[in-house]
């Protein structure tokens, strides 16, 4: 690998260093004055706050599409374009769909920066294509003060494998992949309290691609991915697209090692203030749950797990064959409900 350079990437990015994303209220704000496409070959497109787009081919192919891209929030330039690769195809991947194609998206200050690092993160994302089974097939590049790179991904899927945020059924569990955190680990990084983060990386930086493939294997009623918009955020999509509500169990959520810690040192990302904001008053948390246990619910994740509604029949089965995938923080943190539509309680569990 490049020697280390000595340039901290992460300096070219926001204050804390999360992925700088346009909250959902605002976002919501915008794109309601744009009307939904109303076409049939549409199969999935954004009223149900899914991960990607869904378009009819035939009846046994429809195409997957989904666009990601943000500033460096790890300093070593091959991990920052590892983390944002997988983080871009984690999208088709949240459908139950294949990636095929990517084309990369790359902003780039090269009166700044040397070129070495932009290949370097480059090469990044290459290798974690390559892993994916997919290709690079293009990309752009244009010259800007902040860095930034990500994909455009195309995928595959058979139009009646389709896994979206609608179905939800009453009395499924809640499945979750991968431990949240990795905004608190990142910023306590950026902050200098944490020296290693290297768990919080390897956790971005591994592909959703063997959950998506046991979840279509087991059969799951929804997923989605949890990324910017905290675990609460995606659920209350996922609950508000299904018209259902759910429960959480706080003592069976896996965290990262530290980030409890870090947590109630108060080093939380914007991001993580702007989802409660938009999110407190859907939630109902139980008395005896500390702040700082809710800031890692409401915190922004990169490269987060899949997060699945799986019959109540079919959840152990899941977990069981997540876990002899190698996907071990794998388990059942909560349960959908019937009424009281995009509502989450949130329970100590058992832990
Ligand atoms: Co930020
Ligand atoms: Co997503
Ligand atoms: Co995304």
């Known amino acids: 690998m490049v020697k280390k ?10 204050h804390c260093g999360c992925a700088a994303k346009v909250g959902a209220a605002s976002l919501h704000e915008v794109m309601k004055k744009f009307p939904a496409c109303a076409d049939p070959r549409l199969l999935v497109g954004t009223e149900t706050f ?8 035939d009846k046994d192919t429809a195409i997957v599409q989904t666009v990601d891209f943000f500033p460096p929030i790890v300093d070593d330039p091959y991990l920052y374009g590892q983390i944002a690769a997988c983080n871009a195809l984690s999208d088709v991947y949240a459908m139950g769909g294949k990636p095929l ?26 290798d974690k294509v390559h892993e994916a089974g997919a290709l690079i097939v293009g990309g752009h590049t244009i010259e800007d003060e902040q860095p930034k790179y990500g994909l455009a991904v195309t995928g595959i899927i058979h139009p009646d494998r ?3 945020n609608a179905r939800a059924q009453e009395g499924d569990l809640l499945v979750l992949t991968k431990p949240l955190g990795t905004g608190i680990m990142v910023t306590a990084a950026k902050a200098g309290l944490a020296r290693d983060i290297s768990e919080a990386i390897d956790s971005m930086r591994s592909l959703n691609k063997a959950a998506a493939e046991v979840m279509q294997e087991v059969g799951v009623h929804a997923a989605t991915d949890v990324t910017g918009f905290s675990l609460l955020g995606h659920l209350h999509q996922m609950l508000l697209a299904s018209k259902k509500s759910a429960e959480l169990w706080v003592g069976d959520i896996p965290f990262l090692s530290r980030a409890e810690e870090f947590a109630q040192l108060g080093l939380i990302p914007e991001g993580a203030h702007r989802n409660r904001a938009w999110l407190r008053p859907q939630c109902d948390f139980a008395e005896d749950i500390p702040i700082y246990k809710q800031d890692i619910l409401f915190d922004p994740q990169t490269s987060g797990g899949l997060l699945a509604a799986v019959s109540e029949k079919k959840a152990e ?11 071990t923080p794998a388990c059942v943190i909560g349960k959908i409900n019937k009424e009281k539509l ?7 569990g058992e832990g």
């Open 101 to 126: 194609t990517c084309l990369a998206i790359v902003c780039f200050p090269v009166k700044k920066l040397s070129l070495e690092i932009l290949k370097t993160i480059l090469q990044g994302g290459l």
């Open 317 to 327: 089965n899941l977990v069981a064959r997540l876990h002899d995938a190698g996907i």
């Open 162 to 164: 389709i896994i979206t």
């Open 50 to 57: 899914d991960d990607a787009a869904v378009y009819w081919i």
């Open 342 to 348: 995009g509502r989450i309680t949130i329970t100590r």
């Open 5 to 14: 350079s000595l340039v901290k990437l992460t300096e070219f990015s926001p």
